[in-house]
T-cell receptor, first 112, second 117 residues
């Protein structure tokens, strides 16, 4: 299973764009990159998933360079409610049963 | 879609009690579910993989006789913490993946806060 490395914490202000980068040097050919958000006393919530290049949904964008050894989660115009821990995971999601190993995550603190 | 429900959300009980936590996939079937434990200010730690109709696979260091897992149907897995002690107090979270296609992300329950007095 590919190991991921993220910054332990980040601070931002409301309205700013936040970019969180995750390093996954040992990513395998069949691995996808998935990001989750977790609030205190709640389970992680799926944000976005991608394999290569760029993926965008209604809440975030995910940028993946050609070598796929890293990825960047981009949160546009964050608000106070985006204060949470963000986890980057990599693994083979084919057919379900994807064994997920969590890294330390990035604790994002959004200030007014 | 893809909702995972856990019950109960919070349990407070005396030392020595056995506690059962349920994890249900509400709108999909899951042949595999996962159980995690999370201590305050720490990341999620995978405890075991729950396989429908067969024995669970436990991660290294997790006592299978302490944490009993049963996955009797495609929508329900249970974790029983047997003879719980204060050190078992933690936040337990389950997850499941819809097995209907490739590249489906895991969906997590909202966790169960277990407090052993």
């Amino acid at each position: 299973l590919a190991k991921t490395t993220q910054p332990i914490s980040m601070d931002s202000y409301e309205g700013q764009e936040v970019n969180i980068t995750c390093s996954h040097n040992n990513i395998a050919t069949n691995d996808y990159i998935t990001w989750y958000q977790q609030f205190p006393s709640q389970g992680p919530r799926f944000i976005i998933q991608g394999y290569k290049t760029k993926v965008t949904n209604e809440v975030a964008s995910l940028f993946i360079p050609a070598d796929r050894k890293s990825s960047t989660l981009s949160l546009p115009r964050v608000s106070l409610s985006d204060t949470a821990v963000y986890y980057c995971l990599v693994g083979d999601t084919r057919g379900g049963g994807f064994k997920t190993i969590f890294g330390a995550g990035t604790r994002l603190f959004v200030k007014a | 879609g893809a909702v995972v429900s856990q019950h109960p959300s919070r349990v407070i009980c005396k030392s020595g009690t056995s506690v059962k936590i349920e994890c249900r996939s509400l709108d999909f079937q899951a042949t595999t579910m996962f159980w995690y434990r999370q201590f305050p200010k720490q990341s999620l730690m995978l405890m075991a993989t729950s396989n429908e109709g067969s024995k669970a696979t436990y991660e290294q260091g997790v006592e299978k006789d302490k944490f009993l897992i049963n996955h009797a149907s495609l929508t329900l897995s249970t974790l029983t913490v047997t003879s719980a002690h204060p050190e078992d107090s933690s936040f337990y979270i389950c997850s499941a993946t819809p097995g209907t296609g490739d590249n489906q992300p895991q969906h997590f329950g909202d966790g169960t806060r277990l407090s052993i007095l």
